[in-house]
T-cell receptor, first 113, second 111 residues
Framework: GENVEQHPSTLSVQEGDSAVIKCTYSDSASNYFPWYKQELGKRPQLIIDIRSNVGEKKDQRIAVTLNKTAKHFSLHITETQPEDSAVYFCAASPPAGSYQLTFGKGTKLSVIP | SQTIHQWPATLVQPVGSPLSLECTVEGTSNPNLYWYRQAAGRGLQLLFYSVGIGQISSEVPQNLSASRPQDRQFILSSKKLLLSDSGFYLC??????????FGPGTRLLVL
């Protein structure tokens, strides 16, 4: 089955700096890659996603890039703010029809004011 | 718009007691439904998923079970809770595409 590795497990940045979280996946047939943000005690919330026919997608301060050849994708957050502090999960969807997501283990991002 | 509800929000139960957690979705029909467990400070473990009424797939063998008695209702149960069942239980729904949306969760503490 699909295996998703996520790095780093913790990340601390100064407010205003950029943060990058990287994930690799094992199944070359995976074609959908969402990112979720989970604030302390809350539910994971979808913040951005990308499909395998696109190399990059941006939404204001966040962007996701996908390298299908290398089987890795990354989340980029620019001009970080304290409210960006949370745990971020990447995920990959295996071949069409299963509608399951395989999640990474998460990255705890701390933005230091 | 679609909304997903879970209850109870928090639950404290003794070891060996039964469990019933409920999840309902509004504003959609025939969704895929999922139960996840998240231990403190850990990742998301898929427990069960369902693509339709009465159709349940189990991902992890354990003392939990799931049922889907109605199209938009998903129930997680146990006959006898273990200490290791403590955690944050999240229900999620999907509109037959890959994207999943999570409910507010139930925090379960087994003592």
């Amino acid at each position: 089955g699909e295996n998703v590795e996520q790095h780093p497990s913790t990340l601390s940045v100064q407010e205003g700096d950029s943060a990058v979280i990287k994930c690799t996946y094992s199944d070359s047939a995976s074609n959908y890659f969402p990112w979720y943000k989970q604030e302390l005690g809350k539910r994971p919330q979808l913040i951005i996603d990308i499909r395998s026919n696109v190399g990059e997608k941006k939404d204001q301060r966040i962007a996701v890039t996908l390298n299908k050849t290398a089987k890795h994708f990354s989340l980029h957050i620019t001009e970080t703010q304290p409210e960006d502090s949370a745990v971020y999960f990447c995920a990959a969807s295996p071949p069409a029809g299963s509608y399951q997501l395989t999640f990474g283990k998460g990255t705890k991002l701390s933005v230091i004011p | 718009s679609q909304t997903i509800h879970q209850w109870p929000a928090t639950l404290v139960q003794p070891v060996g007691s039964p469990l019933s957690l409920e999840c309902t979705v509004e504003g959609t029909s025939n969704p895929n439904l999922y139960w996840y467990r998240q231990a403190a400070g850990r990742g998301l473990q898929l427990l069960f998923y369902s693509v339709g009424i009465g159709q349940i797939s189990s991902e992890v063998p354990q003392n939990l079970s799931a049922s889907r008695p109605q199209d938009r209702q998903f129930i997680l149960s146990s006959k006898k809770l273990l200490l290791s069942d403590s955690g944050f239980y999240l229900c999620a729904w999907s509109p037959k595409i890959e994207t999943q949306y999570f409910g507010p969760g139930t925090r379960l503490l087994v003592l």
